[in-house]
């Protein structure tokens, strides 16, 4: 293919690819742009949905499967093969013990790791999900499984991302219906309607949702150049049958009515209007130089945004990282999942104190799945880390799961994945391991969607 010889720039180049991102229907959830535009308030969905990815692999004794450090001692290693190392943590802001929390005298069914904090008190929304069985201890392939519910072949994913079939079952009546921040996004059999709008940082989002400055028709046609290697001469080279520019044609006024509705704003979080969720999630007046999204709270904050303000339905969203520390101490990792814990526990403190228009809270129609592509081994390695182990778990938050719940479990020698009764969660000699697809399974039948895909039945008991 001819290359155009007049190199667009980088600020034209990003926002023509973010621009892509809303030329794959000519409706977004159903609803033309130009009716988006009009509308006098934007209505939040009914059912939301947010998939927080904790990357690098994280250590479950510190998270959502710990043990008894007086059980689980140095002195038994060898028969165990779990050391919980809490006392190696040496930070009086973690807890040397397991977090048993309680709530008007109701206390937790689950137990929590110290890095978990305050996120904890939050027990009365929860399902744990243990002993996922990841069958990988690649980074790309476990992250890839747990996205899709499909195991990859080799490290190619296969199938949608869950996002992507729960949009594309529901077709919800907002503009953006799913985004997918610095995460991965598939479709393989859904229109474009269910395609996220991928962005990396939130500049990208402004920049998709922002005016431009230049005359849009003139961009996208000389995207069109670039694309086709030669000059668009008439309207039926320009919208020729099946091609791109027939998409463009379709989704020319949409997307300039959808951004003459300046959604920008809602993410400009500077501005004067937002002090209220500034304050909310700790967020300086002025941003700072990576953006607000450069820390986890700024990142929880954009999540509340796009639900609250009803511009999206899903959410993906890469939290935190850092946590694939085979070495250093068990501070730096504790460190490192205490602040996507602390940020998802503001994120729900601020869905439960908000009001949703079809009654109740946004918790009571959000869930939230929790999720890391792997764990750290139990036993701590010669460089002070912890390197991949296959068993994992999950948490499961909000609408349409059981609450205050565990479902599953590990082994108590080497934290080894079970075998269990799915249908009753008990463990069996003749069960079967929980495997990522039966999460994914779970989150689609917990809004009573097709789960199909998945080729598995979902956890009944799981599900609210």
């Given at each position: 293919?001819?290359?155009?010889?007049n190199?667009?720039?980088?600020?034209r180049?990003?926002?023509?690819?973010a621009?892509a991102?809303?030329?794959?229907?000519?409706?977004?959830?159903?609803?033309?742009?130009?009716?988006f535009a009009?509308?006098?308030?934007?209505?939040?969905?009914?059912?939301?949905?947010?998939?927080?990815?904790?990357?690098?692999?994280?250590?479950?004794?510190?998270?959502?499967?710990p043990?008894?450090?007086?059980?689980f001692?140095?002195?038994r290693i060898?028969?165990?093969r779990?050391?919980?190392?809490?006392?190696?943590?040496?930070?009086?802001?973690?807890?040397?013990?397991?977090?048993?929390?309680?709530?008007?005298?109701?206390?937790?069914?689950?137990?929590?790791?110290?890095a978990?904090?305050?996120?904890?008190?939050?027990?009365?929304?929860?399902?744990?999900?243990?002993?996922?069985?990841?069958?990988?201890?690649?980074?790309?392939?476990?992250?890839?499984y747990?996205?899709?519910?499909?195991?990859?072949?080799?490290?190619a994913?296969?199938?949608?991302?869950?996002?992507?079939?729960?949009v594309?079952?529901?077709?919800?009546?907002?503009?953006i219906?799913?985004?997918?921040?610095?995460?991965?996004?598939?479709?393989?059999?859904?229109?474009?309607?269910?395609?996220?709008?991928r962005?990396?940082?939130?500049?990208?989002?402004?920049?998709?949702?922002?005016?431009s400055?230049?005359t849009?028709?003139?961009?996208i046609?000389?995207?069109?150049?670039?694309f086709?290697?030669?000059?668009?001469?008439?309207?039926?080279?320009?919208?020729g049958?099946r091609?791109?520019?027939?998409?463009?044609?379709?989704?020319?006024?949409q997307?300039?009515?959808?951004?003459?509705?300046?959604?920008?704003n809602?993410?400009?979080?500077?501005?004067?209007?937002h002090a209220?969720?500034?304050?909310?999630?700790?967020?300086?007046?002025?941003?700072?130089?990576?953006?607000?999204d450069?820390?986890?709270?700024?990142?929880?904050?954009?999540?509340?945004t796009?639900?609250?303000?009803?511009?999206?339905?899903c959410?993906?969203?890469?939290?935190?990282?850092?946590?694939d520390?085979?070495?250093?101490?068990?501070?730096?990792?504790?460190?490192?999942?205490?602040r996507?814990?602390?940020?998802?526990?503001t994120?729900?403190?601020?869905?439960?104190a908000?009001?949703?228009?079809s009654?109740?809270?946004f918790?009571?129609?959000?869930?939230?799945?929790?999720?890391?592509?792997?764990?750290?081994?139990?036993?701590?390695?010669?460089?002070?880390?912890?390197?991949h182990?296959?068993?994992?778990?999950?948490?499961?938050?909000?609408?349409?799961?059981?609450?205050?719940?565990?479902?599953?479990?590990?082994?108590?020698?080497?934290?080894?994945?079970?075998?269990?009764?799915?249908r009753?969660?008990?463990?069996?000699?003749?069960?079967?391991?929980?495997?990522p697809?039966?999460?994914i399974?779970?989150?689609l039948?917990?809004?009573?969607?097709?789960?199909?895909?998945?080729?598995?039945?979902?956890?009944?008991?799981?599900?609210?």
């Amino acid at each position: 293919m001819k290359k155009n010889p007049n190199s667009p720039n980088p600020e034209r180049r990003t926002f023509l690819k973010a621009a892509a991102g809303f030329m794959g229907a000519t409706l977004f959830g159903g609803v033309p742009f130009r009716a988006f535009a009009q509308a006098a308030n934007l209505a939040p969905p009914d059912r939301c949905f947010v998939f927080a990815y904790f990357s690098g692999g994280w250590d479950q004794l510190l998270a959502f499967d710990p043990r008894d450090p007086t059980v689980f001692t140095a002195e038994r290693i060898s028969e165990t093969r779990i050391l919980p190392g809490y006392n190696l943590i040496n930070d009086s802001r973690f807890s040397g013990m397991p977090l048993v929390p309680e709530k008007d005298g109701v206390l937790s069914n689950i137990t929590f790791g110290p890095a978990v904090g305050r996120l904890s008190n939050h027990f009365d929304l929860m399902t744990v999900v243990r002993g996922i069985n990841m069958t990988t201890l690649g980074h790309e392939v476990g992250f890839r499984y747990f996205l899709t519910g499909k195991r990859p072949i080799g490290s190619a994913a296969r199938g949608s991302t869950t996002a992507t079939e729960i949009v594309g079952q529901l077709a919800p009546r907002v503009p953006i219906p799913s985004i997918a921040y610095n995460i991965e996004t598939y479709n393989d059999r859904y229109p474009g309607h269910a395609n996220a709008l991928r962005v990396s940082r939130s500049n990208d989002l402004l920049l998709t949702l922002s005016p431009s400055t230049r005359t849009l028709d003139s961009e996208i046609e000389q995207q069109l150049i670039d694309f086709r290697g030669q000059p668009i001469s008439c309207e039926a080279a320009a919208y020729g049958a099946r091609g791109v520019g027939e998409t463009y044609e379709n989704s020319r006024d949409q997307m300039q009515a959808v951004l003459s509705g300046r959604l920008d704003n809602s993410f400009r979080f500077e501005r004067p209007e937002h002090a209220e969720l500034r304050q909310k999630y700790g967020l300086a007046a002025t941003p700072p130089a990576g953006g607000y999204d450069s820390t986890e709270a700024g990142r929880a904050a954009l999540v509340a945004t796009a639900l609250k303000q009803g511009i999206s339905q899903c959410v993906s969203i890469n939290l935190t990282g850092g946590l694939d520390t085979h070495f250093g101490t068990q501070l730096n990792h504790a460190n490192n999942q205490r602040r996507g814990f602390d940020a998802l526990a503001t994120l729900v403190d601020d869905l439960r104190a908000t009001s949703h228009p079809s009654g109740g809270n946004f918790m009571d129609h959000t869930t939230i799945m929790v999720f890391s592509e792997f764990s750290r081994t139990p036993l701590i390695n010669g460089s002070g880390g912890r390197d991949h182990h296959l068993c994992n778990s999950c948490l499961l938050m909000g609408a349409g799961v059981k609450h205050n719940y565990v479902f599953g479990a590990s082994g108590d020698i080497g934290m080894g994945p079970g075998l269990f009764d799915l249908r009753n969660g008990a463990a069996t000699a003749t069960g079967e391991n929980i495997l990522p697809e039966h999460v994914i399974a779970t989150v689609l039948a917990s809004a009573n969607l097709d789960y199909s895909i998945t080729r598995v039945e979902p956890l009944r008991p799981i599900l609210a």
